[in-house]
């Protein structure tokens, strides 16, 4: 996700949408090395960007399904932000917000997390500290988990995440309100805060 923020981020400003696309699809492809569709672009240098649709392929191609899709993932700015931090945008950003995702999180039978490996940092520990300090916000959410090696045997849950929100402080401490569901349990709401 940091990937496509920064990407987002440092494009120019214009009516460049199939360009901010491309960018974008290209920067996905490169990172997973599966195939990615990406919707309609907006773009607002005062305010941010709005992308409508963005899906990652199962391996195999979307033939064989989506590993991750969103309805709509908006990334807003502080336009006066930017300006001050050219170099490193990240402290200019003041919300992701992600409508309508849908993730299948699978675990092998050896214990590797699919999404972790298909996000996985090119390097251990990042030279600068992680400098966010805004919001992210989910809402209408899915996740598929899959795991392979639960104890007791595969197990399979559906859970539908109504809402989540994380404050960042920009010292890579967050926050985290989270309100999730799945068939046959009750609703369920937690809080975390950094100590």
Known sequence: MAVVVLVLSALPAGPQHAFIR?????????????????GRVHRSLWRGIVVDGLRIAEPGGFAQGTVIGVDRLSLRWSLLGLLLHLRDPMPAIAAVEVDGPLVKARRDATGRWELIELFKPEVEKPEKPFT?????????????????SAPGGPFSQTIRLTSARAEFDGRGHASVDLNASAPGMASRSSRARPR
């Open 132 to 148: 966010f300090g805004g919001r992210v916000v989910i809402a209408n959410g899915l996740v598929e988990l899959i795991d392979q």
């Open 22 to 38: 491309a960018t974008i699809k290209r920067v996905l492809v490169d990172r997973t090395e599966r195939e990615v569709e990406i």
